[in-house]
């Protein structure tokens, strides 16, 4: 049975940083889509970035240049490095994925936020105060 657990949320101040990292447990297949969304109170969820095991990644353009995301493989963990957080980020972030045996086709991972993630994790709390 997959479980993704998240971890690393907080509370900063404005133009501090966090790291988000996603742990992924039972996973027997090799190739996956990932992605880190999120939801404000009152805000409908929105993707932040994903990424697939071809290495296609696809931020919002509201994170574009600050937040990176990226996978050890070994750990089979996923991360989100937030850089110049700001109020606006505050928001339970929640990370999500889907695994086949199969490959994904080249952009079905970053071509769209719904690609068909199956799998989501309970989510961390990040607030950012100006």
């Known amino acids: 049975q997959v479980q993704l657990v998240e971890s690393g949320g907080g509370s900063v101040q404005s133009g501090w940083s966090l790291r988000l990292s996603c742990a992924a447990s039972?996973?027997?297949?090799?190739?996956?889509?990932m992605g880190w969304f999120r939801q404000a109170p009152g805000k409908e969820r929105e993707g932040v970035a994903s990424l697939g095991n071809n290495g296609r990644i696809r931020y919002a353009d509201s994170v574009k240049g600050r937040f990176t995301i990226s996978r050890d493989n070994a750990k089979r963990t996923l991360y989100l490095q937030m850089n110049s957080l700001k109020p606006e980020d505050t928001a339970m972030y929640y990370c999500?994925?889907?695994?086949?045996?199969?490959?994904?086709?080249?952009?079905?991972?970053?071509?769209?936020?719904?690609?068909?993630?199956?799998?989501w994790g309970q989510g961390t709390q990040v607030t950012v105060s100006s």
């Open positions: 039972g996973v027997t297949y090799n190739n996956y889509c």
């Open positions: 999500a994925a889907m695994f086949s045996w199969y490959p994904y086709p080249y952009d079905y991972c970053s071509g769209s936020w719904s690609p068909g993630y199956n799998y």
